[in-house]
């Protein structure tokens, strides 16, 4: 078994209370490989915000278990690298939508100060009974793990995560889910979705310019929750806001994204206000990177080398993250709190 704290990571406990405490919301970002790694970190000691490390079922499965671990933990000295100080901003290494208890439960042992547990398709009480499951083996470890649950359906696709149909959290629930499960913070469905096709056209209006403008959040659900659950840290799932200069440079080099839309920024600031502590970006992330390589690899057609295509793309990552943290998420300058 690994602790995290060998790793130089912490868990979200104390980050997370500190947000709710500050009206803003610590980013929730995913990787997968060196350069998403890098970009995150980038824009996270530049601003001086902590940061949550998302890893899913599909980034285990790409660049291995223990790969991830290791990198977490070099994130770490290189967010010291990158200050006069040499001092770490705050970093969590979390597992994304784990599926059952024997995913958690690894996760936990090789070293992750976070893990989330999935059960939001299942039935209510069965949900309730695998959370606690996975909380009660987090909460007993010398080094206290913290745990996130989900209740709520989001709709969409990303990696292994798929729904058609989001279903609402009832928040005549959540004061018994978090009783009977001990769950340190809670994913709740509001209307946001997984992927870049967060919404139908259908289900979206048109401004003058044609493009699709998505419902808005159902902030009256969250204002429920925050009176039942008091001070208790909230996460939204799914929050990309599908930037169209991204969309638009893919489609114009050769990509076909039709209709992506995502959530609106502001909504998201909106949202820091109240209890919600995590926003997730992933979505923004992918876009972002496959934007740069396709205009590079086209504006130069004799590039071979992987570090001339994903190196732009890495510099624009960061450059989108810091953007996220001082103007949509609020982190900015809060490391230290």
């Known amino acids: 078994m690994v602790s995290y704290k060998e790793l130089g990571l912490v868990n979200t406990k104390e980050i997370y209370a500190k947000a709710i405490a500050g009206k803003y919301a610590i980013p929730g970002y995913n990787f997968n490989n060196m350069e998403q790694l890098q970009a995150i970190i980038r824009a996270c000691v530049e601003t001086e915000s902590p940061v949550v490390l998302q ?23 290189y967010a010291k690298e990158l200050r006069e100080d040499h001092k770490s901003i705050p970093i969590t290494l979390h597992l994304d939508h784990g599926g059952n208890f024997e995913i958690c439960k690894a996760c936990i ?28 083996y987090a909460h007993s470890r010398n080094d206290y793990v913290t745990v996130e649950c989900e209740l709520g359906v989001l709709a969409g696709v990303e990696d292994d995560v798929s729904a058609e149909k989001s ?11 978090k009783e009977r499960t001990g769950c340190d913070n809670l994913a709740i469905s509001i209307g946001t979705s997984h992927g ?12 003058e310019d044609g493009m699709l403008i998505p419902p808005p959040l159902a902030f009256n659900i969250l204002e429920e929750i925050e009176k039942k659950l008091p001070g208790f ?5 799914g929050s990309s806001s599908v930037p169209p200069s991204y969309v638009n440079t893919i489609n114009a080099f050769g990509g076909s994204l039709k209709d992506a839309v995502g959530i609106p920024e502001p909504q998201l600031r909106k949202a820091a206000a109240y209890n919600v502590c995590k926003i997730n970006i992933d979505s ?9 390589i396709r205009k590079t690899l086209n504006d130069k057609p004799g590039v071979f080398d992987p570090r001339k295509y994903l190196g732009p793309a890495r510099d624009e990552l960061a450059k989108m993250y810091a953007r996220k943290n001082r103007e949509v998420l609020g982190s900015a300058g809060h490391a230290w709190d």
């Open 55 to 77: 890893v899913s079922k599909g980034a285990r499965n790409y660049a291995n278990e223990t790969m991830l671990r290791y990198m977490a933990q070099g994130a770490v000295e």
């Open 109 to 136: 042992d090789s070293g992750f100060s976070s893990v989330m547990y999935d059960g939001s398709s299942l039935p209510f009480d069965e949900n309730i009974a695998i959370s606690k499951q996975v909380v009660e």
């Open 167 to 177: 279903h609402y959290t009832r928040p005549e629930e959540v004061i018994e889910f």
């Open 196 to 207: 870049a096709n967060k919404f139908t056209p259908e289900q979206c209006t048109r401004n």
């Open 233 to 237: 840290p909230i996460v939204l799932h």
């Open 284 to 292: 923004d992330g992918r876009l972002a990177m496959t934007a740069l």
